[in-house]
């Protein structure tokens, strides 16, 4: 039994703080928030202590913001921060103080990796964790010296070590037998203070349980007591509000309706319940939309001719099927037709079946074209499931003959389709093991899947791709984001498939930077898309250690692929110190601790460079903390994920993309190929005195339409869009200073299926492919 240091009682007494430094609420211009005590710099100082004192100016004029929560330091570029305000709330937060009596202050750890033992904290604020140094393992015993809502405030007894955490990532049973050590439960001022202390916290379960608990004991006060658990109830219905809004985004219907279906309407605001019924009435309306279609498609479909029905028979079953929630806008011109009594049953239903088809922008009223746009349909999902060139060829060749075909409606039908591959069903939460279908001369490339509730082909979700330390497994970096089918993690309720691509080799100790592991992350995304619909727009990069390294790597290499990368204690080293500026247009969120060994020095050589362009990063370093999962930024990372998305296409006109490996060929619009070896040597990056040449992929396009290229390969391949040039205009295409071409774009349904069978992107449509 561990012996631990007496905590001395008669001082174990309830000391409120006030706060004598005011709080600062940061908004980013994506509108994040982040509470604390915000500070302007005119250069990056993350090593710099935060002056309680200073005053927060605006953040025009300001290079770089930090703003400090005590438990980590926030870092921004001024250009991100939208606005700085004063708030109070930080200032009203009820702390407490709990002496520790401390048994040496010999120096503590100046690296922090992981820990190899911890045991948790107990009703008397003592924790021990034990780390493993380049000697011995070394046990270091904690003790909680301050306790607030919002952190907790934690130092060695035998060590020069202090940070803090999270005060909720406390066991809840211990913060409890806590609170009732240090609040006497007879004290009715103490006793409004506990449960002070839980709503500030956002423990809204524990402040109700306490606060029942205080009518209970003091009975005098029932008047105070239930005036304090109807503020509970509106707290609490606003939060079930959110829940639901929530739980619609992330298309879980099902469970949004039954959570309104049980909203206590008769505790709460009158504005609350306003909002809530309009949810169940909107549920209740679409049921019926739904029904009134299907019930119109039949009355309408009999009033045809023989040959007609038999035309649209099968087209009514799969609209039926494939008729959800979420895809009820797109039958509007046939809804809005209803009342129109110059259409014929046959205009009306070609209204239903070409909007389905296309969109309601698309939406006809000609029956025979309407049928023939899913002519169409059938012969794009059969190009994309078919693995014959030939066959592919033919089917292309029948879908540009077909009359009404045009390179607009396929680009609008593309986006529509239905899903061409399926994967094995699946339960939500279950972690599911997918194979890549791949050629022989590739290593079997798989991933770990799991799929948010009420998962539905018809809604689009976001993906999140979760990349492993290690020592651990893809399985561990799953249910650390997503939880399981009896716990559902974050990454689940919040509507995302999650993926975990079995990168690295079982008993890898390091990233390795090699192709295979990009192939393997870059071909497990692509599966993903073309098995799932996935908003290509709002795929999000993410690991811890080892996998932060990559999520470095991947990043910087693949920009045109990620809305956002947050790597956890990874390092940005060897090809990211000159792939860096290729990450200039990609969201970053790095967490870091300050006592990670030397991650922190080595990342900043490119952070500052990231900071000083003004791109889009948040860094979050934890004050005095080492290397761990820091699962209290979970939270905080997946509010970024679900705001940040892909650049468009039309803001990549003009790029540099810097290459030092022959798989690294491809960026935005720009394919090269034919890469002459010689320009590749192998890097040896313990040689720091050999001069490491990378190569560039540069393109600029002027505003008159002509197109500069500079590439290292012996061809290129461009891929353009609408959101690139103009199919009515002529372009000029210049390679390395050599025109090589002076005419027309031509739209190619060739190229872009084929782009779209190979990349599986919905969002990013290409209309043509120029070899040059």
Known sequence: ??????????????????????????????????????????????????NPHGKPTSPIGSPFWLLDDQIRRYSFPGTRVGSIEKSEELSRLVRLKIP????????????????SHVEPFNEFGHGMVQLTTSREKVNILLGITELGPDYSRIEGLEYDWSFARSTTSLERDVLEKL?????????????????????????????????????????????????LLAQMDELDARRVLNEIQRRQVAGQHGLAYRIAKQ????????????????MIAGYDLALERRDNILMQLDVLQAELPPEQIEQVRPLRNLLAAELHYESLPRLLPFEQAEADETLTPAARLALAYSSWVLGPAGAVEELPLAVRLWDMRFLVTEVLRDTDPQTRAARIRSLEETEGYSMERLAQLVPLLPISWETPPAAAGEATTITVPTTGTIEQIEYVRVLPPEYNPQHTYPLLVVLHDAGKDAEAELRWWAGDAERPGQSQRRGFITIAPRYS?????????????????????????????????????????????????????????FAGVAPFCGKSTKYCMYYWENGMGVPWYVVAGQRDGFKEAENMRDLNRLFRKKADIIY?????????????????????????????LSLTKNFTYKTLRMSDDTCHWVRTSTLNPEKFPPIVWEDRNKIVREMSITAEVTPGGTFYIQHPGKSVSLWLNP????????IKIIVSGR????????????????????????????WTRIDL
């Open 1 to 50: 039994m561990r012996r631990w240091p007496a905590p001395n009682l008669i001082l174990l007494m309830l000391l409120f703080l006030s706060e004598g430094v005011s709080a600062d609420t940061l908004i980013l211009k994506n509108g994040l928030s982040f509470e604390g005590k915000a500070v302007p710099l005119n250069e990056l100082a993350v090593y710099t202590s935060v």
């Open 100 to 115: 520790q009596k401390k048994t040496g202050q010999r120096v503590g750890p100046a690296i922090i990796g992981g820990f």
């Open 179 to 227: 609170l009732h050590r240090l609040l006497d439960r007879t004290d009715l001022d103490k006793r409004r203070a506990t449960v002070i202390f839980y709503q500030q916290a956002g423990m809204s379960a524990e402040a109700r349980r306490e606060a029942e608990s205080m009518l209970h004991d003091f009975p005098e006060q029932k008047e105070r007591c239930e005036e």
């Open 263 to 278: 909203f206590p309407n008769e505790r709460v605001s009158a504005d609350v319940s306003r909002q809530v019924q309009e």
């Open 505 to 561: 080799k079982s008993d890898s100790s390091a990233y390795e930077y090699d192709a295979l592991s990009h192939l393997s992350v870059v071909e497990s995304i692509r599966h993903a898309m073309r098995t799932h619909r996935i908003d290509a727009d709002r795929i999000i990069l993410t690991g811890h250690g080892m996998g932060g390294d990559a999520c470095f790597d991947l990043g910087m290499t693949h920009p045109d692929l």
């Open 620 to 648: 979050c370093q934890y004050r005095e903390r080492g290397y761990e999962t820091y699962s209290e930024e979970q939270t905080r990372v997946l509010d970024w994920a679900e705001l940040v998305r892909r650049a468009p």
């Open 723 to 730: 959101d690139l040039v103009s199919f009515d205009e002529r």
């Open 739 to 766: 025109e090589k071409m002076n005419d027309f774009p031509k739209p190619s349904a060739a190229a872009l299926l084929e782009d779209l069978r190979v990349r599986a992107d919905r969002s990013r449509l290409f």
